[in-house]
Each structure stands twice: as C-alpha cells, then as structure tokens.
C-alpha cells in the first residue's frame, strides 16, 4: 500500500515524516509489556504494583460528597475558564496554614488541570528558539519535552548521592547560565524521594537572581512529609521575585484522575500563565474546583495519608534490609530509590546479571511479579513506590510480607 501523504505532514518535533516508525520503546511501555508477559507466565501469582505511583486509595469521602452537591448544581455547568475564585481562596488558605505562606488568591494563584498541565504551558512564557531550561535527572521531563517542541533546549544536572540528590548549581558552565531563562527543580523529588533544605531553597532563589533565571518549584509531594514540616520555596524571603510553585492534589489528597492543582507565586508569572492557558484549555470542571476546595479546608487528611505511606516505608526498608540492600527511608512522598544490586542468585543457582536499573526492574517483573520503575540517568537505581493496593494496616503486613517471601528466594550481589 502506498504511503499515505500525512506521513510527510507531522512536525519534526515528534519525528516529522518518521514519525511512528521508531522501533524505541519508551521505559513505561516496556514496563507494561513485562507486567503483562509475567502476568500470562504465572497466572496464579499476583502481581504488587510499586511501579507507577498513583495512591490506591479514593479521595475522601466530604470530598466526593462536596463534588456531587456541586455537581447538581446548575451554576457549575459552563466553563471555568480561568475563574472558580472559591478554589483560590481555598489554596491560599492552605498555603497559609501548611506552610506558613501568604498567597493573595486574586493575582498570585491560579488553578491548573494536574501538574502536568502546567509543566506543558509554563515553557510557553518564557521559551524562545535557542533559549535553556536548567532541568534536573532523573527527574519529570515534561516542562523539557515542551522546551523543546518550542525550539529551546535542555540542560540536564544530574542528582546524586553524594550531594544529598540536590542540583550543584556551581556545576552549571557560565554558556548555559548566559542563555537559560527557567530552573525547574522538584522537591520532595520524584524518583529520589529526596528533600529540599531552606538553606538550599534560599542558595537557588539567590541563584536565580544573579543569573535573571526563573525557578519552576514543581512541589506536588510538598505536603507528604514523614520528619519535620512542610516547605514552600516561598519560605524563603524574596522568592517571590522570581519563582512559582506547583501544588497538586493528586498526590495529596487522593485526587489522582480528578486533575486539579494550583500554580502561586509571582503575580506576573501567574499572568502570563493564566494568559496562555487560557489559549490552551477552558478550564477544570467547576464541581471539581470546589471539591477540591473543601478537601483543602482539612489539612489533615494529607497528614493522614502520609502517615499511611511513612508506615508502608518502614515495613519496606526492613525487609530490603534484611537481603542487604542499602535502603535509606526519605523524609517525604512515597518513593524508595536505592542502587539496584549487581547480580542476583535465584533458587535453583542460576546467577543473573544487571548492568542497569532497568536489567534489575525487567528481572523483578518477570521472575517475582513485582513491578518497580528503573532509573539510569545518574547511575544503575530502582525506585519502589509504596502505592501498592492495600487497604488497613493489617492488609498492607500482608503486602510487605508477600514482598519479603518473593524477594528471599534469589541472594543479591552488591
């Protein structure tokens, strides 16, 4: 059959005309292919899902009673554009009580459909052909795929250990510093799990003023802390010079599928942003923005939830312990990342080796039926979530106990 002529019609920045004939497959996909390969090979064993980071269990229940009630509602019908002035009070009143933050919600909050959306329209703002965004790896490369789509490019810093998986911002050549318009950094850190410190937040902010760069502070696990309180860039005095911060409650509050979250800070960087989403979508559902806001009235239910995840995190550190790995529990989120071991043993003396994260996370899938996602962009590392279905305290022992008998079965090397 001939070639269609649209094969000639797609923009280079997804492949132009070899678009779709790649034979990459992205590390999600490969996950997803392994998961359900092992699921045919046992069909009696059950796979524990650490992989993908999405909380098993629903939004409270005044938050989903708060949605029908506005659901009904026949003022919340039409669209919402930028608008719902009651879920910007509600953020603000959040930012206030979590973390110690004033917001004023008429001109430094705006809401956004998920974080991921606002990742995608921020670069708009700011990025011309040829202009840098300063990402971290690994990391969430949303706001970099869209740097790119634009003509920009990327300046990955990579996280490591030994600088407690912050950026060494000295590291960054005075080339990049001279042509970079935005930072993104995300703390609590997914895949890390790592923290921010005020000293660091307060080191950036004045990094970005000597360098007239812009701080993306992506904090959608901000509020799920285990040690210590909850930090806000904001925190630091003068950030709001020259930064916004991103919240979401899809972490927070069990919100996953329901898509709301806010963008605060800089009043002129919550313009712009609301200009060119405004260009971009019409808004979340109203009933939705005002669920959400009566989940923001509680800030227990996040403390609740983190609880949840700190108790999970104790349990997995101990059995991964116990066959020699090196995990260190995180101050915050969800997220365990720790070297993946060398080699491994199984019961019948076969020894496998893994010259990477994704070698081990493949091996895990199809030999245990645990899936974990893979992270190789500063080293051979895995990263468990503790988001597995469980519900009780009881059910998630269960859970970790089921972890520890798959796992025992191979020695690790290291």
Known sequence: MRESYIQNLFAERIGGANYGKSNAIYKFEKIKRAKRAAKLAKPDLPLIDMGVGEPD???????VEALYAAAKDPANRGYADNGGREFKVAAAGYMKAVYGVDMDPDTEILHSIGSKAALSILPSCFINPGDVAIMTVPGYPVFGTHTKYLGGEVYNVQLKAENDFLPDLDSIPADILRRAKVMVVNYPNNPT???????????????????????????AYASLVFEGEPMSIF?????KDVAVELHSLSKSHNMTGWRIGWVCGNPLIVKAYGDVKDNTDSGQFLAIQLAAAKGLEDPSITRRIADKYSRRMDMLVKVLSGMGFKPVKPKASFYLYMPAPKAAVGADG?????????????????????????WDDAGAYVRFSVTFEAHGAEAEKSVVAEIKRRMETSKYEF
């Open 350 to 374: 076969r020894r496998i080796e893994f010259k990477s994260g994704e070698d081990f996370s493949q091996w895990m899938i199809s030999e245990h039926l645990i899936s974990t996602v893979p």
């Open 235 to 239: 925190q630091v005095e003068g950030a």
């Open 193 to 219: 799990g790592a923290s921010a410190t005020l000293q660091f937040f307060k080191k950036l902010v004045d990094f970005a003023k000597k360098n007239n760069i812009v701080i993306v502070s992506d904090a």
């Open 57 to 63: 269990d629903m939004a409270f229940p005044e938050v």
